[in-house]
């Protein structure tokens, strides 16, 4: 256990430290935070109606797609994870910490954007504070175990930006975050229920901003969740200590089995 603290001590401390984890972790999503409220909202004024789960989502997206994936696979890449192994440091450890440390740094910039978000630009406070609470804490657990698994299925470092793009990038402009989820087309909105983003969104807006749901938001919020767990179940499962590895316990096309509760629940919603 006191080897587990120290770890964690040491990884929480290099997310402010390290410049990499300090622009992902709280630059990028605050700045882009402040830009989009300067901006956006004079644009658009129904923006800010759901201006804040909004840019949750996005920190959310930004610290753990780019910031977790690519450590792990320069780690491996570099024999430190051999070193680890050696010391006796157990596999769940090694993708569990920089994780819990990244939802950290991701709760204090949520607290950030829900304070600011209604002195700085009038968007509306959450109308159920435990509500909202509960689907930031499974969006993070979700996107922390797709990012984690990310990093232990890339092979390299240029694999790991292409994999983590493939949720970004159609997340920033299907989700509902820029503009609401009911513009799309009935397929691309169907298609969209796949991305997490698009059911934090669905959770955010029919639990805890006192709007109204496009599907069923107790179900996105549990679909968060169990992906959350297979997400880590599998990249424990298909982790490996370095890249001279021979084989591995199963084809990284397992990681796929992540994406299983939304396509699930596509059909049901």
């Not at 909105?189 to 938001?217: C, E, R, S, W, Y």
Request: net charge positive.
């Amino acid at each position: 256990m006191a080897a587990f603290i120290t770890h964690f001590s040491f990884e929480f401390r290099s997310g402010i430290r390290n410049k990499q984890l300090l622009l992902m972790n709280y630059l990028f999503p605050i700045g882009f935070y402040l830009m989009m409220g300067f901006v956006m909202a004079g644009i658009n004024p129904l923006f800010l109606d759901t201006m804040t789960p909004a840019m949750v989502i996005f920190a959310v997206l930004a610290a753990t797609l780019l910031g977790i994936p690519d450590p792990l696979v320069n780690a491996r890449e570099n024999g430190i994870f051999r070193s680890y192994k050696i010391n006796g440091v157990p596999a769940i450890s090694i993708l569990i910490i920089p994780a819990l440390t990244t939802m950290l740094h991701l709760f204090i910039v949520t607290v950030i954007i829900t304070a600011t978000a209604p002195l700085l630009f009038d968007a509306p406070a959450p109308t159920n504070w435990f509500n909202y609470a509960l689907i930031f804490f499974v969006l993070a657990f979700a996107m922390a175990g797709i990012s984690v698994l990310i990093g232990v299925v890339s092979p390299n470092s240029r694999v790991t930006v292409l994999y983590s793009q493939l949720f970004f990038i159609p997340s920033i402009l299907l989700a509902g975050m820029m503009f609401p989820y009911e513009m799309l087309p009935d397929a691309v909105g169907k298609i969209a229920q796949l991305l997490p983003a698009t059911q934090a969104m669905n959770a955010f807006k029919g639990l805890a901003m006192g709007g109204v749901a496009d599907f069923n938001p107790w179900m996105s919020a549990i679909l968060l969740f169990i992906a959350g767990l297979i997400a880590f179940g599998l990249a424990v499962y298909l982790f490996s200590w370095d890249r001279r590895n021979a084989k591995r316990r199963g084809h990284p096309l397992l990681a796929l089995l992540c994406l299983l509760p939304f396509v699930i629940g596509m059909f049901l919603g």
